[in-house]
């Protein structure tokens, strides 16, 4: 199934998921790598790839969401309503980590006087002219989204594994087989 049903995901809502959950996790341990890096030409490349897939996680977390718009929320499965609202929550703030963390990425790229190249086939429009001052400000903020994403990441993870080993609901497996 392709589209999502009040009582599962399709399999394009489940894609757009793990897709950005791979990416993400993958983001956050190149991020920390970034910091401990010699400068050099593997630095440059890594630096490459992590604005290439942060421009690439913007962009889904975009279509994401346009594709929830046109498809209804499976329901939710607990019976706990606070626990359901608190999971909507979680969901919303997630997705604007998902927009804060890659456009302060960019700001302070191009802050820093740096282009934002993405896979070597395009280069971002600048809006950002160079300032370190300014570029240091987006650095913390960007600093500060991946460790507020980091510790939403592991609250997610922990209540789907909570929904599959203590609720013993089928909230973990909509999202792995949609079933």
Request: charge should be positive; proline fraction near 4%.
């Amino acid at each position: 199934m392709i589209k999502d049903t009040v009582e599962s995901f399709g399999w394009v809502s489940r894609l757009f998921h793990w897709v950005v959950a791979l990416m993400v996790l993958g983001m956050l341990m190149g991020g920390l790598l970034l910091g401990i890096l010699p400068g050099g030409g593997f630095k440059s490349l890594i630096t490459g790839l992590h604005k290439s897939t942060g421009v690439t996680i913007l962009l889904l977390t975009a279509l994401r969401l346009g594709w929830r718009y046109i498809n209804p929320r499976p329901r939710d499965l607990g019976p706990n309503i606070l626990e359901n609202q608190l999971g909507r929550l979680m969901h919303i703030f997630l997705y604007v980590l998902l927009f804060l963390q890659p456009t302060f990425g960019i700001l302070m790229s191009q802050s820093f006087g740096s282009p934002v190249r993405v896979f070597g086939l395009f280069t971002l429009p600048t809006i950002m002219g160079r300032s370190d001052a300014v570029g240091s400000v987006f650095h913390q903020m960007h600093t500060v989204t991946a460790l507020l994403l980091a510790v939403c990441v592991v609250i997610h993870i922990a209540a789907a594994v909570k929904h599959h080993y203590i609720d013993r609901d089928r909230t973990l497996l909509r999202m792995i087989s949609g079933k």
